[in-house]
């Protein structure tokens, strides 16, 4: 049971990044940019996914989109 409570708190607290990359960036910039983005989505992680999308669509529209894996769509 212990190794399955591992497996779950890997999936219960999921941060989503989303990172502008451009092919004229260099290793170092992008990395850089990875880093900002991380650290500004670490200073809003109290925010319940689903209340970030309530406020972008709407509280009708935005549970919808929670029924569609919305993490994993890119």
Known sequence: MAMYRQLL???ANQLVLRTPVSDTLS??????KVQQTFEAALNHRDVP????LEELYGKEEGGARIAHAPISQV
């Open 9 to 11: 708190g890997s999936f």
């Open 27 to 32: 290793y170092q910039q992008l990395l850089e």
């Open 49 to 52: 996914f689903e209340r970030v």
